[in-house]
């Protein structure tokens, strides 16, 4: 058991010094950062300096006051306060100047940090539009959610607080330190001793903290992503009775966050306290020890030479133990929230490291003409797409996009370990309706996903118009492509920028013939501003049915030639259905066009049936064909009669 616990030791130190190192690059990938503002970082720093020189130099003008001022005239009978009323002016005007520069610093750095997280989440933002489907089917929303709102904030308080404060403390104890020599050596070193058992009490309290603030960030990001899951999934949770284990689930990971917290902040908490009795303990000390070598007329070394102690090196010595004192008290306090932002920016900077979705493909999508029947290229929008094919010799061909989309002996899984799709061959020429049939889980959506190229395929090929899509580059492979799934995705906007997404340069009519091709005209020529009505939180307002009408008809007028609809409909009840589908119909005239359905009423005009099971075709043939045989699909359609 021991050894057990030792070993699991080790693997925490391991674990600590991974960390500890990751936080190394960390700080160096945040100064290139702030390097940027290298003008204004320069403002800060003067700043600071004048800062802390006005704090010294006020507690060394406070020994001027005291030993040629006010000492002077409590023995003087008729006592001149012109000469004082004058030192206190300066004196003022000294702290003054103190103050002005840290309002400036801090001022500055406000700016500084806002302009650093700015560029810190366009480049995230960014860099997040590149990631592969993978990453956002392998990570909870709440989680990618949480880099953009708590990662970045404790950024925030670092760059805006931490590092002037930090930066103020280090020179303000520098000074201090040399304006203490300047005043007496004896009493410097008595602070020394002081302050390495105070660097002793703080290495251990920021060490039993350090790790647990890396662990509260990812406790962090848990909880967030499964209170997102939550929200978006509430009827789900009403309709099954799921609340109680929802809240035993959220206590497990509240309990995760908590502990963390706590054993991170705990620490933290006590710090500042114990740092401030340390510093008032030092206080008295220095009081006495002072007052007895004064007394005793013990010989004073300084800097300036030797001496006496007089009342005023004492008092301008007490102010100075209390000035630094405080800053290292901030640096200890500090220490924990820069451990806590740097945990943040090790998880914004995994997301910016992610690799990005790798595009080969050089095969692109043109409009085209024919000039004395040839294909060529032309800038004007065409009823005609082509393929443009650069060859390495410096030659262009253009193959006219016609559609026609063929898989050969494809394997594929989301996981290397697990195979989803073997040894898929089929085929659909162009204007053919292709309908994929078979139990959840067979492979279906899949098969669309890699015409997508959302994932690629691990063995096989796929060719579009006989070109191997690898070679067509995917921003152009998609636009070829269009897709209507059975979750809808409405943004905040009008209902007409919602339709338009698909195509965004689309003019009002062709989003009133889209929207009329769908048969959702009649439904949003009822809403209160019509087209101009803005929806908001996913559509909330309108019913499934409705929402999915906007999806189809988004699909509708981008125009692709090659349709993509995963159980379009499943969401529309059959009076619904019936009205869409004569629009289905006219939007998928002229197109090849795939289709998911468990609806089996819906595909029995296609083309071909492909029947799958355990990512395996076993059926291929029309409807009649495939009836005649007697096979699965015979056995799934009538079953869905009996069942009606």
């Known amino acids: 058991m021991g050894k ?9 130190m391991s674990k600590l010094n991974k960390s500890k190192r990751v936080s190394k690059s960390t700080i160096v990938r945040l100064m290139s950062y702030i390097a940027k503002y290298k003008l204004k970082f320069s403002f800060v720093l003067v700043s600071i300096l004048l800062s802390a020189a006005a704090g010294v130099m006020g507690s060394m003008f406070l020994k001027i006051v005291i030993d040629d001022y006010i000492v002077p005239l409590l023995l003087d009978t008729n006592p001149d306060f012109s000469g004082l009323f004058r030192a206190v002016v300066i004196m003022g005007c000294i702290y003054a100047l103190g103050i002005l520069a840290s309002l400036l610093y801090n001022r500055i750095m406000v700016v500084i940090a806002q302009g650093v997280l700015k560029k810190i989440r366009d480049e995230m933002f960014v860099h997040m539009q590149t990631l592969p489907i993978k990453y956002f089917d392998t990570h909870t929303h709440g989680d990618i959610m949480s880099h953009y709102t708590n990662d970045t904030d404790t950024l925030r308080q670092m760059i805006s607080q931490s590092i002037p404060h930090m930066f103020s403390s280090v020179i303000t104890i520098v000074a201090v330190f040399f304006a203490m020599l300047y005043t007496s050596v004896w009493l410097t070193l008595f602070v020394v001793v002081f302050i390495l058992f105070q660097f002793k009490v703080i290495k251990f309290i920021t060490g039993k903290s350090g790790k647990y603030f890396v662990k509260q960030q990812e406790s962090l990001g848990k909880l967030n992503g499964y209170i997102e899951e939550m929200i978006s999934g509430q009827k789900v949770v009403k309709v099954f009775c799921h609340e109680r284990q929802s809240e035993k689930d959220f206590d497990r990971l509240n309990d995760e966050l908590c502990e963390h917290s706590t054993s991170a902040n705990k620490f933290v908490n006590i710090l500042m306290p114990i740092m401030g009795n340390l510093g008032n303990l030092q206080y008295v000390l220095i009081a006495i020890v002072g007052g007895a070598l004064a007394i005793s007329g013990f010989p004073n070394y300084s800097l300036a030479g030797a001496g006496t102690l007089t009342l005023g090196m004492i008092a301008a010595f007490l102010n100075l133990s209390k000035s630094i004192s405080q800053p290292i008290g901030q640096v200890s306090n500090q220490i924990n929230m820069v451990v806590m932002a740097l945990a943040g920016a090790e998880r914004i900077f995994k997301l910016m490291d992610e690799k990005s979705e790798t595009d080969n493909g050089y095969v692109t999508l043109v409009n085209a003409k024919y000039e004395d029947g040839e294909l060529t290229e032309t800038e004007n929008i065409t009823e005609l797409w082509a393929w443009k094919h650069p060859h390495e010799d410096g030659t262009i061909t253009y193959n006219e996009l016609k559609g026609e989309i063929r898989f050969y002996d494809v394997d594929f899984g989301y996981d290397e370990k697990k195979t989803v799709l073997n040894s898929i061959t089929l ?19 899949t098969i669309t996903n890699l015409i997508n190229r959302f994932y690629d395929i691990a063995d096989g090929k796929i060719r579009y118009d006989g070109i191997n899509i690898n070679k067509i580059k995917k921003s152009d492979l998609r636009r070829s492509l269009g897709v209507v799934l059975q979750d809808v995705n409405l943004f905040t906007g009008t209902v007409m920028e919602n339709i338009r997404y698909g195509k965004l340069n689309a003019s009002d009519d062709d989003v009133y013939r889209a929207a009329k091709l769908a048969n959702a005209d009649d439904f949003i020529l009822r ?5 101009n009505t803005l929806l908001q939180g996913d559509g909330g307002s309108l019913s499934q049915g409705q929402r999915q009408l906007i999806s189809i ?5 981008a125009d692709p030639p090659v349709m993509i609809l995963d159980e379009a409909t499943s969401s529309i009840d059959t009076r619904t259905e019936a009205i869409v589908q004569k629009g289905m119909d006219s939007l998928m005239q002229g197109r090849t066009v795939f289709i998911i359905a468990h609806r089996l009423s819906t595909i029995q005009n296609a083309n071909a049936i492909i029947v799958l099971e355990h990512g395996r075709i076993i059926e291929r043939g029309d409807h009649k064909k495939l009836i005649a045989e007697k096979g699965e699909y015979y056995q799934l359609y009538t079953g869905a009669f009996e069942l009606e």
Request: proline fraction near 5%; avoid cysteine; charge should be positive.
């Open 553 to 557: 008809a988004r699909a509708a007028v």
């Open 427 to 445: 085929y659909a020429k162009p204007s053919q309706k292709l309908a994929f049939v078979g139990a959840t889980g067979a492979g279906k959506t």
């Open 4 to 12: 057990d616990v030792k070993m699991g030791k080790d693997a925490n």
């Open 527 to 531: 809403l209160p501003d019509g087209y």
